[in-house]
């Protein structure tokens, strides 16, 4: 079945620095999404993209939907201690067919 | 406010007890879905329900059954089958439709604790 390879798994940074996270597939998806899951909660919608190479942003959180269909970046400027959270990103191959979800990226930021 | 709730957000069950936790959407969506998290990890998907009185097996169904009586409402069951239950479980819902954007979106989860 399809899968999506998230990375980093885990990133440990200074307040104020900018992150960067991914994820790839080994098949195409159109659409992307990406959700914020802080400790004890559950996941958060963050950004949701619908066509190959749009760009969206969110605040101080950017996402690309990769020009070939299998990969999406999350990027995060300025990061603040309140960015704490697991990020997933998911893939969906058209509406109406199931998500597929990354492994996480676990984000630990230092004040 | 539309929402989708998890009840409870604790629950301590006896090994060999089955225990049966809540989910209820307001948000008129189609589909239902019930995950596990294990710590650190990702979400694994145990059961899933398109449209009420129907559902399928996710990738980790064993041990646990689910229902879909009414289109708001799909509760899981943990039952004395499943060899390790203690986990993170989440519910999400979305629609359901080939021309619509179909997101999840999640309720805030029940941790379940086998004591």
């Known amino acids: 079945g399809q899968q999506l390879n998230q990375s980093p798994q885990s990133m440990f940074i200074q307040e104020g620095e900018d992150v960067s996270m991914n994820c790839t597939s080994s098949?195409?998806?159109?659409?992307w999404l990406w959700y914020k899951q802080e400790p004890g909660e559950g996941p958060v919608l963050l950004i949701a993209?619908?066509?190959?190479?749009e760009l969206t942003s969110n605040g101080r959180l950017t996402a690309q939907f990769g020009i070939t269909r299998k990969d999406s970046f999350l990027n995060i400027s300025a990061s603040i201690p309140s960015d704490v959270g697991i990020y997933f990103c998911a893939g969906q191959l058209n509406a109406g067919n199931m998500l597929t979800f990354g492994g996480g990226t676990r984000l630990m930021v230092k004040p | 406010d539309g929402g989708i709730t998890q009840s409870p957000k604790y629950l301590f069950r006896k090994e060999g007890q089955n225990v049966t936790l809540s989910c209820e959407q307001n948000l008129n969506h189609d589909a239902m879905y019930w995950y596990r998290q294990d710590p650190g990890q990702g979400l694994r998907l145990i059961y899933y329900s398109q449209i009420v009185n129907d559902f399928q097996k996710g990738d980790i169904a064993e041990g646990y059954s689910v229902s879909r009586e009414k289109k708001e409402s799909f509760p899981l069951t943990v039952t004395s089958a499943q060899k390790n239950p203690t986990a993170f479980y989440l519910c999400?819902?979305?629609?359901?439709?080939?021309?619509?954007?179909?997101?999840?979106?999640f309720g805030q989860g029940t941790r379940l604790t086998v004591v």
């Open positions: 999400a819902s979305s629609t359901w439709a080939r021309t619509q954007n179909t997101e999840a979106f």
């Open positions: 098949s195409i998806f159109n659409t």
């Open positions: 993209l619908y066509k190959a190479g």
